[in-house]
């Protein structure tokens, strides 16, 4: 659960199964790669989700999850 004293930026992020915006909540300036961890196991859970919980793709939707999370740190 995320630390209320944390700033968080909500992110809109397409699903890959659906092609539908799902929004994934990222930490706005991560302290600590724990945080940029957390928020990669986040988002890789809401690709999950979105797939309808379809297992055989944790690594897939690890490797999305963080390519999403690191490209918008870069970004930020």
Do not use: C
């Not at 706005?28 to 797939?51: F, G, H, K, M």
């Amino acid at each position: 659960m995320p630390r209320a004293s944390r700033t968080q930026t909500a992110v809109p992020a397409a699903s890959p199964a659906t092609g539908k915006t799902n929004v994934a909540v990222f930490p706005s300036s991560p302290s600590s790669d724990l945080d940029v961890t957390e928020a990669i196991r986040l988002r890789a859970y809401q690709i999950y989700e979105a797939r309808g919980r379809e297992d055989g793709h944790a690594e897939e939707d690890w490797l999305i999850a963080e390519a999403e999370v690191r490209g918008q740190l870069k970004s930020a």
